[in-house]
């Protein structure tokens, strides 16, 4: 199973496009928030794909009727994927760790920080793809991928 995720992506379409035109073979698409107008456009004119893509809403996602955080089945997995600010991921993920924990999940996704990070600590796999139009890290813009097969799980950051 492949898992791509995106965050942050704050009106930029291209990014959107470049990255999910790169992987329409993904099973799921994850936009961890701070772009659903744009990505309300892609799946207008990708209705196909629409069916891939899942969206938490972020803080800059106003009137936003996607949810806040979201749980995901994945073979013998259990993801939880939230935007980060009503987690305070800027100064720790512990509170994210504890609900994604409580969930019983073992994969984290989050967004929010605009900063890449790809560790497994206390049992959990935690992705924040970085931003894929603004990054703050100095990086280039980025998106995630995971990859879940009977031998593992396998998590990278690419650039846009």
């Known amino acids: 199973m492949r898992i791509i995720v ?66 995901l089945p994945a073979t013998n997995h259990r993801i939880f994927a939230a935007h980060g600010h009503q987690f305070g991921v800027n100064h720790s993920l512990e509170r994210l760790k504890k609900v994604a924990a409580e969930n019983d999940c073992d994969i984290v996704l989050y967004g929010h920080t605009h900063c890449r990070y790809n560790h497994f600590e206390d049992g959990l796999y935690i992705l924040n793809p970085g931003s894929a139009s603004c990054p703050r890290d100095g990086s280039k813009p980025s998106f995630g991928h995971i990859d879940i097969s009977p031998a593992g799980i396998v998590v990278n950051i690419a650039d846009v």
């Not at 456009?41 to 949810?67: F, W």
């Open 6 to 71: 995106m965050s942050d992506s704050h009106g930029s379409y291209s990014a959107i496009e470049s990255i999910i035109d790169r992987n329409t073979d993904a099973d799921w698409i994850f936009h961890l928030g701070d772009g659903e107008r744009e990505l309300d456009r892609y799946i207008t004119s990708h209705p196909i794909i629409a069916q891939k893509i899942i969206h938490v809403a972020g803080n800059c996602d106003y009137n936003s009727l996607s949810p806040s955080v979201f749980t």
